[in-house]
């Protein structure tokens, strides 16, 4: 199941939407009264006749809607190959000499990616030839972006995956309190975890991977890329994601 992107917070909207709509200039209309009243005729006629012609019509327009902007995500997967792959040292696991680079696109509250970490850690266990890579995006609510800060910043003393683990384990809600417990429980300096949150590199860092996901028009968490080729919305099994490892290999 997706989770989507609408819930980003005031703070990082601003980047992603910064564009203008344009409108066409309306053409001269070549049909007199007449002519396109036996226009209007002849299609409510063709209707009545064969309902479908509506629905295949739907069908098709639907169809190269979903075609055009699979070209467009691939193109984009193109474009932005080495930024989508790279990452900083604490969120890539696996062998960083890997034939296969898998990029996983995760809300720190999310479900179905808090689901996903078990399922990673045996993929990874199991396969010694994976390249993974975390990007998180708190897409969910405010305290999804207090967590990601809580986590970039414990990375500033070498305990990312102490905190991801600690602060996905449960829905408790981020205080400043509970922060500081999860730090200490787990030997990080509390008192610097909640000032490093506020740094600008921490805040920097969470902004990369929101623009990223812009840039591939993701649609939800937790969201899969494979060798920057294929993307994968929504939950996998590790025998899902195999299986995409595998059609890779091949080639």
């Known amino acids: ?21 344009a409108c ?19 299609l409510r ?23 055009q902007q699979r070209s467009e995500v691939a193109s984009q997967l193109d474009a932005q190959k080495d930024a989508l792959e790279h990452a900083p040292a604490y969120a890539v696991r696996g062998n960083p000499h890997g034939d296969v680079t898998i990029v996983e696109f995760f ?20 396969d010694k030839n994976i390249r993974f890579v975390e990007k998180i995006v708190p897409v969910l609510s405010d305290k999804s972006v207090t967590e990601a800060r809580a986590i970039i910043a414990a990375a ?12 996905m384990a449960d829905n408790a809600t981020p205080t400043d309190s509970y922060l500081r417990d999860i730090a200490r429980q787990n030997g990080l300096d509390a008192d610097r975890l909640i000032k490093d949150m506020s740094r600008k590199e921490v805040i920097a860092a969470i902004q990369v991977n929101l623009d990223q996901a812009r840039d591939i028009d993701l649609s939800g968490t937790p ?8 993307v994968v919305p929504g939950y996998m099994s590790e025998s899902d ?11």
């Open 156 to 167: 500033l003393q070498g305990g990312y995956d102490k905190m991801k683990r600690a602060l």
């Open 107 to 126: 809300d720190p509250r999310c479900g179905y990616c808090k689901r996903a970490i078990p399922i990673i850690d045996a993929l990874l266990k199991k």
């Open 223 to 230: 969201t899969f890329i494979f060798n920057h080729k294929r």
């Open 24 to 42: 066409a200039a309306p053409q001269q209309d070549i049909f007199t009264p007449a002519q396109r009243q036996e226009v209007v005729k002849i």
């Open 1 to 21: 199941m997706r989770r989507p992107l609408t819930a980003i917070p005031a703070l990082f909207l601003a980047p992603f939407f910064s564009g203008s709509l």
């Open 45 to 67: 006629q063709a209707l009545k006749d064969d309902p479908t012609i509506l629905s295949d019509a739907i069908v098709s327009l639907k169809s190269k809607a979903q075609e």
């Open 241 to 251: 994601i195999m299986s995409e490892v595998r059609a890779l290999r091949k080639k």
